[in-house]
Every structure is written in C-alpha cells, then in structure tokens.
C-alpha cells in the first residue's frame, strides 16, 4: 500500500519525533509568536525541547521564547534567506534540528471578484503556501543531518474541503496539503516524517472580523488547546503523509482520502 492510498500511508520514519521523548530535541515553529504556534513552543518546552520561534512580531517572539527558555528569531516566511538563517541558529544554538512546525500563517481576506486585491492575494500565497515551502527546504538538510525529523506543517480544513467563502486561501492551504502528501514517501527513507496538521476555526488572531459572524451561526470556535492536543497526538502516529483533522465534537484522526482512479489499458 502506497501514501496516496489511505490516510494512513506509510509507517513512520525511524528518525520520527514522538511526543514521549521530546527531551533533548530541538524544534523549530514558524509564527511562534502568539497562538497555535506559540502554544505548541510551550507545550514541546514543557516536554523537555529546546525550541527556536520565528516570527516578523520580534516583541512576542522574544517572550514566547522567555517563557519556553528557548530563543526567538525575526522571520519573514516569504522570504528563504529568513527560513535558512532560522534553521542555521537552531544549528548554532543547539546542534541539531529535529522538528520545524512550519505554522506561520495569514487570513486572505479577498475574493476573486470586485474584492480581489493583488497585495493582499501575493501576501497570503507568500506566507501560507512559499513560508511552507522555503521551511521544508532550508529544513531537510538539517534534519537528515540528525538521522531523521519531522516536519509537520499548519494547513486546515480549508485545505481538505472547499471554501466557497475564501476561495484563495482554500487553494493556498490546498496546495500545502497536497505539498505534505508529495513530500511524504521521498523523505521517509532519510527518516523524515511528514505531516499536516488541518484545524477548522481556531480561536487564534486569524479570525479577525469573521468570528462575529461565526459566533452570530453558532458555528463552534476551537480551543487552541485542542489543537496543541491534536499536534501531539499527530507526533505519536506511525504514518507518514497524513493530514489530521481538528473539529469540534470530533476526536482528531487522519483524514481519509479515497484513493485515484489509475488509468485502464
């Protein structure tokens, strides 16, 4: 059985992070600043990793750091000098990297009819689709020099379901779901795990205007603390390439995928 053919794909790396033996490893969160990734820096602090949080907001990078006695770096995703010099200082700073959360992360907020703005569409595809992918790029080396890692990379159900809302960024997070199940089975031979983590709305910054509207349709806002819960239990699995839902009501799993119809002779 192939990646592509269940949620499940293929068994873990040996190399994996697990969330049972963080001590001693070193992790990497882009958009560590505030909100899920700055939950998750201080729930892998508390297991005993070392963590290196990135972000553009230098203030609350500095004391998510403080508060996860790690150390904190300016980095704009958009760009792959700042991925690169992120990976070097986890480096540096603690000799190794075993794990980047590839989070960091912006609301759209435009559409492709009269709404469409050309800088705030290059800006969402810049952070959420090019931050994945200059993080997994500057991270493989380094991770394949510590004998295996994991990359685990912030996507959401937009990127399993569509979005008749937000039709951009439903492609963006589309685009790093597909990224994480392509990535998946070439790695797994140096060790490296693959994943996405896909949460529906979270109570984080992101929602901006639209958690009102979410609110006025009963629409259920998730705990950040339940996706932290859903991005360790994504750490213990013995899959690789698969993409964990996060929903209300619902205990997080792997999102099934049906398998694609291959061609007939």
């Excluded at 949620?7 to 992790?27: F, I």
């Excluded at 399993?160 to 797994?188: C, F, T």
């Excluded at 996706?227 to 390439?241: E, H, I, K, N, Q």
Aim: glycine share 14%.
């Amino acid at each position: 059985m192939t990646q592509n053919d269940t949620a499940g794909g293929a068994a873990a790396p040996s190399g994996a992070v697990r969330p049972d033996r963080l001590a001693g490893k070193v992790a990497l969160i882009t958009g560590g600043a505030n909100g899920i990734g700055a939950a998750v820096a201080r729930r892998l602090a508390a297991g005993g990793a070392r963590v290196v949080v990135a972000d553009v907001d230098d203030e609350a990078a500095q004391q998510v750091a403080r508060d996860a006695g790690g150390t904190a770096v300016r980095c704009d995703v958009r760009r792959p000098a700042d991925s690169e010099k992120a990976v070097a200082l986890a480096v540096e700073r603690y000799g190794r990297l075993d794990l980047a959360f590839l989070n960091a992360g912006v609301a759209t907020g435009c559409g492709l009819g009269d709404d469409f703005d050309l800088e705030r569409y290059r800006l969402a595809m810049g952070v959420n689709l090019d931050g994945v992918v200059f993080g997994a790029r500057a991270a493989i080396p380094a991770l394949r020099a510590a004998g295996g890692g994991a990359i685990v990379a912030t996507a959401s159900m937009a990127g399993i379901a569509g979005i008749p809302a937000d039709p951009v960024y439903a492609a963006n997070k589309h685009a790093v779901v597909g990224l994480v199940r392509s990535l998946a089975p070439g790695l797994a031979p140096s060790g490296i795990k693959v994943q996405a983590l896909c949460p529906s709305f979270a109570d984080t910054a992101i929602l901006g205007d639209g958690r009102g509207l979410l609110e006025e349709m009963g629409f259920p806002i998730l705990p950040v603390s339940a996706v932290v819960d859903a991005f360790m239990r994504l750490l213990g699995s013995d899959g690789t390439g698969e993409c964990w839902f996060v929903v209300p009501g619902r205990e997080s799993a792997p999102f099934e995928f049906r398998r694609a119809p291959g061609p007939r002779a």
